[in-house]
């Protein structure tokens, strides 16, 4: 019963969102160029969020540690 | 087509127009929406209705997605035309011909666009051919189209018994109804459907002048004219009220035929906002400073041109406060009160007796029958000496064909029904039953969290939509469940305010518009539409927490 749930509400959030981007009145292979696309570019940002974020992430808590042990190198 | 006073809910409006504008009705006093107007002709008008109109803004992720959506459109529209001009796609709109290739081109406008790459994917929703009179409920012929909306084939079946919130039939007086009839049926045997004669040559029929006297007496004025089709009663007699040297005034959203016929009459059109009182005060104003452009002469006369309920809209005029500026300033006021005669006001005689104003005090009325009386036509009434000088010098009367026996005789038997002259009291009746449904249905639809526009008391509904996805969908669904609404977008109007427009009727039950409502319920959970800020609590509370004491 609740895969069942789930499932209808997953439909009605696809239908949300064919409604809202105008999916709803493109024709079917507009409607196929207009999904790809836009599951490549989220793809695209998912992909170089995950690799490039921890890196950034590394780099900048590096940046800082090394301010804040300047400063603590030069307090002492 | 600005939205006016988004945000805020006027209540008592006249109120708040007179902290702002420093006694510009200095011969007013206003006390918590209360106006009194001094004593005017020996006569105390006293007008003590608050205006409650509200036009509410949306919230501003829907603003964001409406002009998202219409971007996504937009790019597909550049992507279809590219293929159709390499030939890669079959072209089904309107192109010029070969050898007109090189002319200036006729069809690249944003207009031309919009219509080929947007309004093309809904069109099913609009031009939906009906087969019955349009009563509360209709019948609908069935249409499907195999090439996405460029054609359209009908099935042979018909949809029977589909609600009708689209059709202007306040009173319920457009349904076929044998008994009451008769009289039209007699007068077409006897007269037969066709005129074939202007008002001027052969076509002045004692009907005629048994309806114009029949709507002077309705209205309260001195006398009034009739005319065949009430668009050309607007674009045909404005330009024989004024002309060049004049001024008008108008109002940003008027109806195209009053903006048609100011255009054709040749006289300076200046503009002011919906309903704004300081901002018609500000023109004429500047009008009597500085007069006409180069010369500085006096303009001629100054006309004002408003509508008794706008249609897109559902607000209502505030016309007390336009006649006590119209006087102060010396205008003539003109209103078109297509859809609040027969609508408004105890008795139904429109705007002038909703607000309690002696009838002499504007200068001319027009009006159609088409709304409320189940006919086609149009007036124009006012004193005598007007309506004689419109009967010499109006274009419609010279050139156009005057109005058909049998909807002349339909009109006067509408009318004497409201008036209560066939001895019944059946026509007020549905007045005061048009008055209670549209207060049950605005309220209702209030309660569930749409945001609608306009007055309280009009019977035009607009429910706003915003999404051009949702437009097509809320009627393609409400066309599911055997109800018919009117879907309206750009260019009726702003690009971003696509609206679904209720016609509430006295013919519709408690039972239809309970139906009506409950599928607007779901409809507006489905798609997701109710986005008012002012929506009631799914659960209210039964009772009062704090006064609920225990007995022991």
């Not at chain 1, 749930?5 to 207009?34: D, G, H, N, T």
């Not at chain 1, 599951?39 to 540690?65: G, K």
């Not at chain 2, 005319?227 to 004024?242: H, K, W, Y």
């Not at chain 2, 002349?408 to 409201?418: D, G, P, T, V, Y």
């Amino acid at each position: 019963m609740d895969l069942q749930r789930v499932k209808e509400y997953f439909s009605w959030l696809y239908y949300q969102y064919q409604i809202i981007s105008c999916c709803a009145v493109l024709e079917p292979w507009e409607r196929s160029m207009f999904n790809t696309i836009l599951l490549t570019i989220f793809a695209m940002v998912v992909y170089t969020a995950y690799v490039f974020i921890p890196i950034h992430i590394r780099l900048a808590w590096e940046f800082f540690s090394k301010i804040c042990g300047y400063h603590s190198t030069i307090s002492n | 087509m600005a939205n006016p006073g988004g945000g805020t809910v006027c209540n008592g409006s006249l109120h708040n127009h007179k902290k702002q504008s420093n006694g510009s009705q200095s011969r007013n006093c206003t006390k918590n929406g209360i106006v009194k107007e001094a004593q005017q002709n020996g006569k105390l008008h006293v007008y003590d209705k608050r205006i409650v109109e509200s036009f509410e803004e949306a919230p501003l992720h829907v603003m964001v997605f409406t002009y998202m959506g219409y971007g996504i459109g937009t790019l597909f529209g550049y992507l279809r035309d590219f293929l159709r001009n390499w030939g890669i796609e079959k072209c089904n709109a309107a192109v010029e011909r070969d050898e007109q290739k090189d002319f200036v081109p006729l069809y690249q406008d944003f207009e031309n666009f919009y219509k080929r790459n947007l309004y093309m994917r809904i069109r099913d929703n609009w031009n939906r051919p009906i087969c019955s009179a349009p009563g509360p409920r209709f019948d609908m012929m069935e249409r499907v189209s195999d090439d996405y909306n460029w054609t359209f084939r009908f099935t042979g079946r018909i949809i029977k018994d589909v609600i009708n919130m689209g059709s202007y039939n306040f009173l319920g007086l457009a349904a076929k109804d044998n008994e009451y009839l008769m009289t039209v049926k007699d007068v077409l045997e006897k007269y037969g459907p066709g005129v074939a004669s202007t008002r001027h040559e052969m076509g002045t029929l004692d009907k005629h002048k048994e309806l114009e006297d029949l709507v002077a007496k309705f209205l309260g004025v001195e006398a009034a004219m009739v005319f065949g089709m009430g668009f050309a009663t607007n674009s045909m007699n404005i330009p024989a009220l004024v002309g060049k040297g004049c001024l008008i005034l108008s109002d940003e959203l008027n109806h195209t035929s009053v903006v048609l016929g100011a255009r054709l009459s040749g006289a300076t059109i200046r503009t002011f906002k919906h309903n704004n009182i300081q901002n018609l005060e500000k023109l004429l104003r500047d009008a009597v400073i500085y007069g006409q452009p180069r010369t500085h002469r006096a303009w001629k006369k100054i006309l004002i041109l408003v509508e008794g309920i706008y249609s897109m809209e559902g607000s209502i005029v505030h016309l007390p406060q336009i006649i006590a500026l119209k006087k102060k300033y010396k205008a003539y006021l003109y209103i078109d009160e297509a859809h609040s005669i027969g609508s408004l006001g105890p008795t139904g005689r429109g705007v002038t007796e909703f607000f309690g104003i002696d009838p002499g005090e504007v200068d001319v009325y027009m009006g159609t029958f088409t709304k409320s009386f189940g006919a086609a036509g149009g007036y124009l009434a006012g004193r005598k000496d007007l309506v004689d000088y419109l009967r010499a010098y109006s274009h419609s009367a010279v050139y156009a064909t005057s109005m058909s026996p049998p909807i002349a005789e339909q009109i006067i038997r509408s009318m004497k029904l409201i008036m209560g002259l066939d001895g019944t009291t059946k026509g007020l009746q549905r007045v005061q039953q048009l008055a209670k449904n549209t207060r049950y249905f605005r309220q209702r639809l209030r309660e569930m969290g749409f945001i609608i526009y306009g007055n309280e008391n009009s019977s035009i509904v607009p429910l706003l939509l915003y999404m051009p996805g949702k437009v097509a969908a809320f009627a393609r669904h409400l066309l599911e469940k055997k109800i018919g609404v009117v879907v309206v977008g750009f260019p009726a109007t702003p690009l971003a305010e696509a609206r679904a427009r209720f016609c509430v009727s006295a013919a519709h039950t408690r039972e239809m518009l309970d139906t009506v409502l409950e599928a607007l319920d779901e409809m507006g959970d489905l798609l997701q539409l109710k986005y008012s800020r002012h929506r009631k609590s799914v659960h209210p509370k039964l009772y009062n927490e704090t006064s609920f004491e225990l007995k022991d």
